[in-house]
């Protein structure tokens, strides 16, 4: 097991990779089934209607493949029609075992050779190049290495670590149970890094999540305007609970103070459990 953490987290290792600046969660079916359909037909069409050598090819590619406002959550901000999956192999396409895990871009320079394609997707190759989320500067080490760890497939993957306030949060709890917060030994201990997965795994299809939820904390309040989303104790007016921070970040909507009570208990059986094994 690997004790460094990667300078950036876009492609941390060679099982999983997130795409979510890209546009990957920026739909109005989101969930890990409809997004890795569209994904791959998309990466198929790709490869037979587009090629990164030719502008023209890109430029068709785009307008026929990029999500219109119908289709997005944040129906002002672009999704790129050349994220796809970068371990595709079209060669292999028919006999593959199992489907392609990697998301990424299909235009990068180091996925073809050097060839460049990223001028004509929905920025251009220099903010493609620069742009750190702010995963990058909120996330302490020890926390990448347990979301690197725990999670282990792209769609969790980029829920996980795109939601930094979520893992602050779930160390927090652990520390209110256990008097101190989890150091970087205790939390890459296997047991540690099992019960943190399950918490993890409550992102990948929260039961509890708004519309606009698999945004986390942030809701969609325009074209391109985000608000924070209201803790759902708030909006039915009863007291918070210490986990209703890690409901929002899953971008909870409770509709009755019952349906409240069950997504806290899901929460709180998780948290304890991640608590008995960083005892
Ligand atoms: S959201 Fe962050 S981690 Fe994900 S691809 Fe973009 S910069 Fe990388
Ligand atoms: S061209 Fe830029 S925005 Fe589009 S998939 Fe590639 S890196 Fe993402």
Redo the contacts with the bound molecule.
Sequence with gaps: MSDTVPQ???HPDGRK??????GLYNHVVHDEEATWARLLRRTRAFYQEASVGDEQSLTKFREKWEDGPEDKLLTGLRSCPFLGFVDFDPAEDETRQGRPKQVGCLVHPLQNDGVDGRDCGIYDRFICED???A??DVLRRAEIRLVLDAVDDSYLY?LA??NPKFVRKLLELVADRTGALPGGTVLRRPEVIAAAGRCFELMRDWPYRAEDGIFGQVEVAGELDTARRKMPAELLGVEEAPEDVLLVCMGTQCDTVEELKEARQIVVEVVDRLADAAQ
Excluded at 17 to 22: E, L
Aim: glycine fraction near 12%; charge should be neutral.
């Design positions: 950036t987290l876009c990779s997130c795409g979510a600046c890209c742009y750190l989320c995963a990058h980029g670590v795109t």
